[in-house]
């Protein structure tokens, strides 16, 4: 099955810095790829999708690029702020149905002010 | 999101017990998931179900079982609860080819 891998674990970086994730898959059959960010005792919630027919999609301050070639996948966010602070996962949708996502184990991000 | 409530919120309870976790949405998605969390390992799929007559297991299945009442309800059950079935759980819902919502979660915690 599908499996996800994300770095890093944890990420500081200083207010208006940018912070890069990265998330590696395994199945070239994936072609979906969610962004979630869950805020300290917050449910997750969808920041920013991508499929698999383009390489990259922007949202203001967020982005996401694909490399199916390379089965990778990055969020990029610029010129952060305090309230960026959250942990962000990544999924995949997996060959075995486009909603059955796996999960990234999760990258917290820490911006100081 | 007040459109997928879960309850209960909190729940502590005793190895052995049989725990019941209920999940109802508003938004009239035929997609419902449940998902466990724990520090460092992620969101992992428990069980989901695509309609009200279609159940599949999810990555992490054991110990756990499901029934899907309505369109709008789907509940997990932990028949025999055991000390590392301790984490929070999320019921989410979905529309065939959109993104996935989630409930407020339910901190479960065995001891």
């Known amino acids: 099955g599908e499996n996800v891998e994300q770095h890093p674990s944890t990420l500081s970086v200083q207010e208006g810095d940018s912070a890069v994730i990265k998330c590696t898959y395994s199945?070239?059959?994936?072609?979906?790829f969610p962004w979630y960010k869950q805020e300290l005792g917050k449910r997750p919630q969808l920041i920013i999708d991508?499929?698999?027919?383009?390489g990259e999609k922007k949202d203001q301050r967020i982005a996401v690029t694909l490399n199916k070639t390379a089965k990778h996948f990055s969020l990029h966010i610029t010129e952060t702020q305090p309230e960026d602070s959250a942990v962000y996962f990544c999924?995949?949708?997996?060959?075995?149905?486009?909603?059955?996502?796996?999960f990234g184990t999760g990258t917290r991000l820490l911006v100081s002010p | 999101d007040a459109d997928v409530t879960q309850t209960p919120r909190n729940r502590i309870t005793k190895t052995g017990k049989r725990i019941m976790l209920e999940c109802s949405q508003t938004?009239?998605?035929?997609?419902m998931y449940w998902y466990r969390q724990d520090p460092g390992l992620g969101l992992r799929l428990i069980y989901y179900?695509?309609?009200?007559?279609?159940?599949n297991k999810g990555e992490i299945s054991d110990g756990y079982s499901v029934s899907r009442q309505a369109q709008a309800k789907f509940s997990l059950s932990l028949e025999s609860a055991i000390p590392n079935q301790t984490a929070l759980y999320f019921c989410?819902?979905?529309?065939?080819?959109?993104?996935?919502?989630f409930g407020p979660g339910t901190r479960l915690t065995v001891t």
């Open positions: 989410a819902t979905s529309e065939p080819a959109g993104e996935q919502y």
């Open positions: 199945d070239s059959a994936s072609n979906y």
């Open positions: 991508i499929r698999s027919n383009v």
């Open positions: 999924a995949a949708s997996g060959s075995t149905g486009f909603q059955k996502l796996v």
């Open positions: 938004k009239g998605h035929d997609r």
């Open positions: 179900s695509f309609d009200v007559k279609d159940i």
